[in-house]
């Protein structure tokens, strides 16, 4: 074990996203970004608002500005009430420097079309969000929809399938939810994790990051670099196989 202590140098959130080497050559790096307490609550009074801070925040808009797609489920989308995806000026101009799209495109998952044309994640034209759906989604559901998002069938709203109409793309953010995380996870796609761990004990029924079928077996990964924060603290893992 090697002992490690709070107090040193002050990083930058986006100067050190920017800064890491991510790529595959057969498919999209997928990567995925979660927060969680002390003892593995991902959702508290209904969301992550209550469990993440300042410093969480910032690495969490500094992941977004290194993805080219960032990919959500539904059920997080209602919950935390998601906006159009619009990055600051200096998140932009750092991408549009790499040859970038100002900003990375929104991907909702939503295999039952559970979603209100109303949400405020489809009130700016200018950022049109792709929902990709199932084949027997509802068909008023896909009409309604359309009107304010670029709706897609895929075969299935598997991890697979969902990773393969992104195949294009070099970066693949996950937001979550659990079960979409879970498929990612099952399917073995994850190349990176970024978990925040929020310093609180909250007890309860809250899910975990993941939630789903496991994987044929345990997806091992390697401790890359821990940051400390004010006060959460700041885990990055790469896959160690594959």
């Not at 959130?13 to 498919?27: A, I, K, V």
């Not at 410093?55 to 959500?72: G, S």
């Not at 909250?202 to 044929?216: C, N, Q, Y």
Request: negative net charge; glycine residues 10%.
């Amino acid at each position: 074990m090697i002992r490690t202590e709070p107090g040193g140098p002050v990083v930058d959130p986006l100067e050190l996203q920017t800064g890491y080497s991510r790529g595959r050559s057969d498919r999209p790096w997928v990567m995925a970004n979660f927060v969680a307490t002390i003892d593995g609550a991902a959702v508290v009074q209904g969301g992550s608002s209550a469990i993440n801070d300042d410093d969480d925040k910032a690495m969490f808009a500094a992941m977004r500005a290194v993805a080219d797609f960032v990919l959500v489920g539904a059920g997080t989308v209602r919950a935390e009430n998601y906006q159009p995806l619009v990055l600051d000026d200096v998140a932009q101009s750092s991408r549009v420097a790499v040859g970038k799209v100002p900003n990375p495109h929104l991907v909702v998952v939503s295999g039952s079309l559970d979603l209100e044309p109303t949400q405020r994640v489809f009130s700016d034209p200018q950022h049109r969000v792709t929902v990709l759906t199932c084949p027997d989604s509802s068909q008023g559901r896909f009409a309604e929809l359309s009107e304010v998002a670029d709706v897609v069938r895929l075969d299935s709203t598997g991890a697979d399938d969902l990773i393969h109409y992104m195949r294009l793309s070099r970066v693949v953010l996950c937001e979550g939810g659990p079960t979409l995380m879970g498929g990612l996870v099952a399917s073995d796609l994850i190349d990176e994790m970024a978990l925040t761990v929020a310093p609180m004990l909250v007890s309860g029924v809250s899910p975990r990051i993941t939630h789903g079928p496991s994987p044929d077996e345990p997806v091992d990964m390697g401790l890359d670099c821990v940051l400390y924060g004010d006060r959460s603290l700041f885990l990055r893992y790469l896959r160690t196989i594959g």
